[in-house]
């Protein structure tokens, strides 16, 4: 019984921010890497930032420097802070997790419903 709610999605200019959070719930154990994926239309899904549970991140090249991935472990959620938006990051965004439900011995990925971020000129 574990969800990922994603929040924060909507339309802004270019030049313009959004932030972007996903809060896990349910019968949690544990989470570890946190992260944020993207799909844009008629492309695959792309990895856009990722961190760890001790705070290690990484980030798609053509985002170093304008989007900031950081987590609060107490509330479960993970953010994705996005200035300076160009049209190209146009995308539905998702959530990403590896948890270990409460009584379960397994680690596993869940996936947020997705948020829909539309850049334009």
């Known amino acids: 019984q574990v969800q990922l709610v994603e929040s924060g999605g909507g339309l802004v200019q270019a030049g313009g921010s959004l932030r972007l959070s996903c809060a896990a719930s349910?019968?949690?154990?544990?989470?570890?890497?946190m992260g944020w994926y993207r799909q844009a239309p008629g492309k695959q899904r792309e990895l856009v930032a990722t961190?760890?549970?001790?705070?290690?991140?990484t980030q798609l090249d053509s985002v170093k420097g304008r989007f900031t991935i950081s987590r609060d472990n107490a509330k479960n959620t993970v953010y994705l802070q996005m200035n300076s938006l160009k049209p190209e990051d146009t995308a539905v965004y998702y959530c990403?997790?590896?948890?270990?439900?409460?009584?379960?011995?397994?680690?596993?990925?869940?996936w947020g419903q997705g948020t829909q971020v539309t850049v334009s000129s």
């Open positions: 990403n997790a590896d948890v270990q439900p409460s009584g379960s011995w397994t680690v596993r990925e869940y």
């Open positions: 349910g019968s949690i154990f544990s989470i570890n890497a």
């Open positions: 961190i760890t549970t001790g705070g290690t991140t």
